[in-house]
C-alpha cells in the first residue's frame, strides 16, 4: 500500500479529487492532457520491440509531463537491482547495482508494494530505509513496482526537491503509467521468452534430426569396413530392381570372396584381419563409380550392385577388380601381404521371376562355381540359371 502523510479514503477516486480541485477549470484542463498523454504512451508502448524502447518513451514522457523531477527506472537484476535515467537531474553518475536490501527503490522491489512519500523531512519511516543518502535532497519521493511475467521486475522511482510534489492525482496518474509500463514489459518478455522456446524447439529439433540420421547410418553401415551391411543391400536391391523394371533396365549383381581370407586370421590373428578387411572397403569405394553400390555381406564376402551396367560392362568392372586386388599392397604392422578375388556375376535384364534374394542367389552361385574351379576368376550366372533352385533357396530362407 501506499505510505501517505494522510491516508487516501478508499472511496476516493480521480473524479472525485478532480472535483476537489480549485480552480477546478484549469486543473481539469491539465489533467485531461495528462490523460491523453499516458493514453498514447500506452499505445506506443504496446507497439514497441524491446526494453530500450521502452526506456525512450518514458523518458519521453516524464520530460513532458514532470520536467525538473527526477525519474528512474529500477530494474531486477538477481539478488541486486539497476538504475536508469529516464528525466531530470541524475542522482548519482555511474551509479553501482544496489542491493533488494538497499533504499526505498529496493524495499519497494521486495515488498512488491508501492511507497509515496509526500513530504519526506516530516516522515519518520524514511529513517527505516538505509542508502538513501544520495537522495537527502528529495523532499518528495513516489515509488511504483512494475511487473511483468507474474513477478515484479522493476519500480519507477519518482523524486522532487519540493514538498507534496507528489500528491494523490500524480499517485493515480503515476500508478496508470506504471500499469501501462507493466502491460507492455509482459508482452515483450512473453515474445522474448516465445523466441527463445522456438529457437531451443529448433536446436533440440537440429540435434535430434542429426542424431537420427546418425542412427540410420549406424543402422546401415558395417563397422568393420565402413561400407553398407547386408540389411542396407537388400533395401538398395529391392529399389534398384524397381527402377530397372520400370524403365526396362539391366542390373548387373557381383559377389566377391576373398581367397583363402582364413589364413590371414590364423597367422596373423582376427586383429589383422579387421585392418584388412578395412583396407579392402576403401579399396573398393576407391575403384568403382559413384553410382555403383557397395556392401558387406558378411565375413569375407561383399555385394557389388552396377546399375544400367550389361554383362559386358559387368565382367570389365569384376577383371578389373581382380586385377587392382592382385597388384595391391596390404600393409600390416609387421608384413605386407597380397589377396586374390573369386568374383559370381549375374546380369538381369528381366524380373518377371526374380526378386532380390534370387539375385543374390544367381550371383552366390556363380561366385562358388569360380571357387570350385580354383579361385582367383570370375564366372557369370545366366538369369535363367538356377530358377528352380533360387527358389527352393527363398522358400527355405522364409522358414528360417
Not at 558387406?296 to 564376402?301: C, L, V
Amino acid at each position: 500500500m501506499a505510505i501517505a502523510a494522510t491516508p487516501i479514503p478508499r472511496t476516493s477516486d480521480l473524479l472525485d479529487l478532480l472535483r476537489q480541485i480549485v480552480p477546478p477549470q484549469e486543473r481539469a484542463v491539465e489533467l485531461y492532457r495528462r490523460l491523453l498523454a499516458i493514453n498514447e504512451l500506452s499505445g506506443s508502448m504496446n507497439s514497441a520491440r524491446n526494453i530500450d524502447g521502452l526506456q525512450r518513451l518514458l523518458a519521453g514522457y516524464f520530460n513532458e509531463c514532470l520536467p525538473g523531477d527526477s525519474i528512474r527506472l529500477c530494474i531486477v537484476d538477481g539478488a541486486k537491482y539497476r538504475n536508469v535515467h529516464l528525466s531530470g537531474p541524475e542522482v548519482t553518475f555511474g551509479e553501482p547495482p544496489a542491493s533488494l536490501n538497499q533504499g526505498i527503490a529496493g524495499s519497494v522491489l521486495k515488498s512488491k508494494s508501492p511507497m509515496w512519500i509526500p513530504d519526506m523531512h516530516a516522515s519518520r519511516r524514511i529513517r527505516k530505509f538505509p542508502g538513501n543518502g544520495e537522495r537527502s535532497y528529495a523532499r518528495s519521493i513516489m515509488v511504483l513496482p512494475v511487473s511483468a511475467m507474474k513477478r515484479v521486475v522493476g519500480c519507477l522511482e519518482m523524486l522532487s526537491s519540493y514538498p507534496n510534489r507528489f500528491d494523490e492525482i500524480e499517485y493515480h496518474l503515476g500508478s496508470l503509467v506504471a500499469a501501462h509500463l507493466s502491460s507492455a514489459l509482459d508482452n515483450i518478455l512473453t515474445r522474448q521468452e516465445l523466441a527463445n522456446a522456438n529457437a531451443r524447439l529448433r536446436d533440440h529439433d537440429l540435434r535430434l534430426t542429426q542424431l537420427n540420421e546418425k542412427l540410420q547410418q549406424l543402422a546401415h553401415t558395417d563397422e568393420a569396413t565402413g561400407l553398407f551391411n547386408k540389411r542396407r543391400l537388400f533395401e538398395r536391391l529391392d529399389m534398384e530392381i524397381a527402377r530397372a523394371k520400370r524403365y526396362g533396365e539391366i542390373l548387373s549383381c557381383l559377389m566377391i570372396d576373398i581367397d583363402d581370407f582364413k589364413q590371414i586370421n590364423d597367422i596373423y590373428g582376427h586383429q589383422a584381419g579387421d585392418q584388412i578387411l578395412k583396407q579392402i572397403g576403401a579399396l573398393l569405394r576407391r575403384s568403382l563409380r559413384i553410382t555403383d553400390f557397395i556392401a558387406r555381406y558378411g565375413g569375407e564376402e561383399f555385394t557389388i550392385l552396377l546399375p544400367r551396367t550389361n554383362s559386358a560392362g559387368a565382367y570389365r568392372v569384376a577383371e578389373n577388380l581382380r586385377s587392382t586386388f592382385m597388384s595391391h599392397d596390404f600393409a600390416l604392422p609387421t608384413a605386407t601381404i597380397h589377396l586374390t578375388i573369386s568374383i559370381g556375376v549375374a546380369c538381369c535384364s528381366t524380373f518377371n521371376h526374380l526378386n532380390a534374394q534370387q539375385i543374390i542367389f544367381l550371383a552366390d552361385s556363380a561366385l562358388y562355381r569360380a571357387k570350385r574351379s580354383g579361385k582367383n576368376q570370375a564366372c557369370f550366372a545366366d538369369e535363367t540359371e538356377g530358377k528352380t533352385e533360387s527358389q527352393d533357396f527363398v522358400k527355405s530362407m522364409s522358414q528360417v
